[in-house]
């Protein structure tokens, strides 16, 4: 246990298993484990600011990172807010969105945001098991969190148009999720980073994670489009001006 403090935790506080192989998200025709931290309860904002730069992420009330038995594909992606700069399309993202309305709300249930949400899976993830039309997954996923979160959501006059789910760490924001309406070439995913980047710059964090990067998912390409940004390789962050080679 050793590798997952800076500082210490008690050994009988944290512990991971490995859970049964199941079907990769990301890419087909793989099977993909994880290593989850128990008990649930135990995690809390501090602990798990050590444990994302350690590589793991939340997904609700669980703390995992990728474990697959023959594969690393999956690599943990993080933005140092003070040395990114966009270039012309985020440039021009941000000028097209800059006018929507910003709510920065706790997790709770609010008037369009699950609609939002199922539209979402619906067009981006028909056919992956995310896209059931079931409330109580939306509650667990996006409202149950153990450390300190925030939603984010965006409107263009009274249409809801985004929102983002973020983990609120001393050093730090986590992308958790974001689900967004499916208007033609209007670049809502883009516009989130940028508004978390420098949201995190307001608030004096030093960087935004993404979660993992897939070099051969396509959904993923987005992530290394904001530049530069860092790679956990090992136990060490390394800072890329470009995409690495897969």
Known sequence: MSDLRRPPLPERVLQLYATAS???????EQTARSQVVVPLDVVDTGIYAQLIAKGFRRSGSTTYRPWCDNCRACVPLRIPV?????????????????GLSVRVLPLEEYPGHYALYRD????RHAGCGMDKDDPEDYRSFILQSPVDAMLVEFREGDVLKMVALLDVLPDALSAVYTFYAG?????YGTFAVLWQIAFARQTGRRHVYLGYWIAESSKMHYKTRFRPYEILQGDRWVRCAETPHA
């Not at 199941?22 to 087909?28: A, D, E, F, G, T």
């Not at 208007?183 to 670049?187: I, M, P, Q, S």
Request: charged share 20%; glycine share 4%.
């Open 82 to 98: 003070d040395n990114f700069s966009p270039n012309r399309s985020q440039r021009r993202a941000w000028r097209q969105h800059e």
């Open 22 to 28: 199941y079907p990769c998200s990301y890419l087909p």
């Open 183 to 187: 208007d033609a070439g209007a670049a």
């Open 120 to 123: 979402y899976q619906l067009a």
